[in-house]
Each structure stands twice: as C-alpha cells, then as structure tokens.
C-alpha cells in the first residue's frame, strides 16, 4: 500500500500552447496546441521524426521553444531549468546505475534532495511495493529481468514526487509479451499515484491500451487530433490519422450528393454511401476510409448498405482472426478481417465473395 505522503501527490495540468520549434531551416514542432488535464495519462503518438521527443524535452526544459510557451500547472515556465521543474524523465535507455542496488537506484534523487534517512527508507519501501518489487530492494539490477528494471526507473522518478512523469518510449526494448504486460502495469501505476504522465510511442496499441487521452502527430511535427482513444480510431479528422492509427481501406472517391444524414460518393467500385464529418461540399475529391473489420461477408442474411462483389487474393490464419486480401471487379485491393466464430462460409483463394459495410463505417475525409 502506498503511504499518505505519496497518495496526496496528485499531478499537475500541462498547456502547451502555439509551440514551435526549429533548429535552423527544420521545424521540428509546428505551432502545437494542447491542454493536458491534471492526473491523466496522455500520449503522443506518432511515426519516427514527427517530434513527439522534442515536445517531451520541451515540457521537461532540456529545450525552450522558439515561439510558444510552456505552462505547468498555469506557472510560465520560461527560463525554468529541468531540476526547477515539478516533472521527472524516463528515457528509452533507463540510465539505471549497475553498481547500486533497486534500493540505492531508487533513492539516488532523495540522497541529491538530502532526505533524512528514516524518512528516505520508508519513502523507497513504500515505492517497491507500489512497483509490485516489496522483496527486491537489496538486489542488482543486473540481477532483475527486462520488466522489473522498468519498474525500478518508475519507482525511482516517482521518489521525488514530480507532478508530470515524462516516458519516452520506455517499453520499446522489450519483447511483445512484456510490453503487454508492463502497459497494464503502467497504466495501474499512473492510476494509484494521480501524477500526470505524458507519454511518447509510435506503437498504436501502447497509445490506445494505456490513455486517457491521445495526440496524433505527422511527420511534419504537426498536431493532427487530440481525443480518447475511441474517438481517435473510430472518428478521425484527417486522412493521416484514419491512415496511421490502425488499418484502413482508403477509396478515391468524389462527394456527389451531400445530406444531413449521411452522403452519397462516386468511385470506381460505383455509389457509396457515407459518413461526412468535415461536410466537404459536392464535386469535392476526397477519401473514403473502411476499416478491415466493419467489412462483412455477404452470407444469405442482407447487406449493411454498401455492397461489392470481390475475388479472394489470399487469406491469413490469425487464430482470434481470419485476415483477407481482396480484389474488386475493377481491380481495388481491399483487407477484411473477420472474427474466427465457426460462422463464415468456407473460402479459398480465387473464390467470388460478396461484402458488404454499412455507412456508420465509412468516413469520408479530405
């Protein structure tokens, strides 16, 4: 169980508000808005290069942007150092020290802080058993698996209580299991001590598994959307984020007829009907996005609205999950993914197959 002391440290709301950063000709960050609530666990998710690591070193003061400010819990923090900061760090590396044990890595900020023993003792019990490590406090760390070294740097940046907790990519070195494993045990830490954590992975499953809420950014440092992560997968805004968060079927279309409920598209596969979020106006080229799983077969039982016929290009065994590959009679791929119930007819390759997907699933974007 965690002590009063560390249960009453609650984290503190982060505003980045029209940051810009530049290093030369390269912007690396471009005019990012966002207000990070007090307490949640938010991510910045997107590919390699897009900035997520620079916003990180930005909120931390190891970087000052070159427009914008920096706000942590309404304090400007211009001019704020990184050891001025209510925030603490942990890099992809750990930078764990190998001589010491968990006990000493953990306290290493304390001894900086000159805490009294007594209280420095029970400070790091209280954060091993808040890692779920209570008996490995005399151990190397050389002595702990992949995981329980995540823990101890977890524990160690708790131990001077910041308000914002700062990942970078902290998970990235383990193994699919692990990483699984250690987002559920992220997510329950963040839970139990109320600190804000701000959390950086181009891993999609990370972002959407463990958030309260996500950022999405593009290659060119630009905030795409910000939002649950239901809303990030299921709404998009932008076809660079319906394209990078999960799989889709992106469709050329022109908006042809637009309605209060819905829309009707033109494409090579013929009239669609859609969803149009952004109400882009007739005439408009656009793309119409379908997510391999709201694509059904056609099996004797109706259609959802938009139907196709198809031939099978190829099919993956995924156990949970049948994956095809599809081509359509004027030669667009599209993926269907379909839950392994027993229900579905039995296919081969180069069988015709009539789909079909609703238009609540189909969001047309620019």
């Known amino acids: 169980m965690m002590t009063t002391e560390m249960a009453s440290n609650v984290g503190h709301d982060v505003h980045i508000k029209d940051v810009t950063m530049a290093f030369g000709p390269v912007t690396?960050?471009?005019?990012?808005?966002?207000?990070?609530?007090?307490?949640?666990?938010?991510?910045?998710?997107?590919?390699?290069?897009?900035?997520?690591?620079?916003?990180?070193?930005?909120?931390?003061?190891?970087l000052e942007p070159t427009r914008g400010e920096i706000l942590i819990n309404g304090i400007n923090m211009k001019g704020v150092g990184p050891n001025k900061r209510p925030t603490a760090m942990i890099f992809?590396?750990?930078?764990?020290?190998?001589?010491?044990?968990?006990?000493?890595?953990?306290?290493?900020?304390?001894?900086?802080?000159?805490?009294?023993?007594?209280?420095?003792?029970?400070?790091?019990?209280?954060?091993?058993?808040?890692?779920?490590?209570?008996?490995?406090?005399?151990?190397?760390?050389?002595?702990?698996?992949?995981?329980?070294?995540?823990r101890v740097a977890i524990a160690r940046a708790l131990a001077v209580e910041p308000s914002v907790l700062l990942l970078d990519e902290p998970l990235s070195a383990l193994d699919l299991k692990l990483r699984k494993h250690m987002r559920t045990e992220l997510r329950q830490i963040q839970q139990k001590t109320d600190v804000t954590f701000i959390y950086i992975t181009h891993d999609q499953g990370e972002a959407l598994t463990m958030s309260d809420r996500v950022g999405v950014m593009s290659q060119s440092g630009v905030l795409e959307q910000v939002g649950t992560p239901r809303e990030i997968y299921d709404h998009p805004r932008t076809a660079f984020v319906a394209s990078f968060v999960g799989e889709n079927n992106a469709i050329p279309v022109t908006m042809a007829e637009n309605k209060r409920e819905g829309c009707?598209?033109?494409s090579?596969?013929?009239?669609?009907?859609?969803?149009?979020?952004?109400?882009?106006?007739?005439?408009?080229?656009?793309?119409?996005?379908?997510r391999p799983e709201t694509i059904a077969l056609v099996n004797g039982s109706g259609s959802y609205g938009n139907q196709l016929r198809c031939r099978i290009l190829s099919q993956r065994f995924e156990g949970a999950f049948m994956t095809m590959e599809l081509t359509a009679?004027?030669?667009?791929?599209?993926?269907?993914?379909?839950s392994n119930n027993g229900r579905q007819p039995p296919l081969e390759k180069g069988d015709s197959a009539a789909i079909t997907f609703s238009p609540e699933h189909t969001m047309v974007l620019r």
Do not use: W
Request: charged letters at 20%.
């Open 28 to 62: 690396a960050v471009d005019q990012v808005n966002v207000h990070i609530p007090a307490g949640t666990f938010f991510s910045f998710l997107g590919p390699s290069g897009c900035g997520k690591t620079t916003l990180l070193k930005l909120v931390s003061g190891f």
């Open 268 to 290: 090579k596969l013929g009239t669609l009907s859609c969803q149009n979020p952004l109400n882009i106006e007739s005439g408009y080229s656009a793309t119409a996005f379908v």
């Open 264 to 266: 009707m598209v033109e």
């Open 92 to 150: 992809q590396n750990l930078a764990l020290f190998p001589l010491m044990t968990v006990a000493e890595n953990i306290a290493f900020g304390l001894d900086v802080m000159g805490m009294e023993k007594r209280q420095k003792k029970s400070r790091v019990e209280a954060l091993l058993e808040l890692v779920d490590l209570p008996h490995a406090g005399n151990l190397r760390v050389t002595d702990l698996s992949g995981g329980q070294r995540q």
């Open 329 to 338: 009679d004027d030669g667009t791929l599209l993926t269907l993914r379909q």
